[in-house]
């Protein structure tokens, strides 16, 4: 594992972990769920149904807002928030770039293996 993080430059290795820790809690992709099924939406809208707060949804956004997993935008008193979709792109590139590292390595393990 640590040859696969290796390859990568450590600031790419870095602004994933960022990513992969926002969306790391329940609430956080239910959170993301909703603005993908729903578009753009304001806290209330996006707490509306939820099991917290308000200010809890407005904690989890801002959270992945240093992500850059979503921004926000001001529409006369309320704050509207959506998903970067171009982040969720990245992290699955990513994941990608790592789970075809593994696949190589495995296929090498088998032939090892079975040679």
């Known amino acids: ?4 993080l290796k390859s990568q430059s450590g600031t790419l290795v870095q602004a994933s972990a960022v990513l992969f820790a ?3 809690d329940q609430q956080r992709l239910w959170l993301v769920s909703r603005l993908c099924q729903g578009g753009p939406r304001s806290i209330t809208q996006l707490a509306s149904g939820a099991r917290i707060s308000r ?3 407005t904690k989890h956004l ?3 807002e240093h992500a850059r997993l979503v921004r926000s935008s001001r529409r006369g008193r309320e704050r509207i928030w959506q998903l970067e979709q171009r982040r969720l792109e ?6 990608n770039q790592i789970s075809a590292q593994w696949d ?3 296929e090498r393990l088998r032939v090892f293996v079975e040679e």
């Not at 594992?1 to 696969?4: D, K, L, T, V």
């Not at 990245?90 to 994941?95: G, M, R, T, V």
Request: with cysteine; hydrophobic share 60%; charged share 15%.
């Open 22 to 24: 926002a969306l790391g």
């Open 90 to 95: 990245e992290a699955s590139c990513y994941l």
């Open 62 to 64: 801002r959270v992945m």
């Open 55 to 57: 200010q809890a949804v």
């Open 1 to 4: 594992m640590s040859r696969i």
């Open 104 to 106: 190589a390595v495995l």
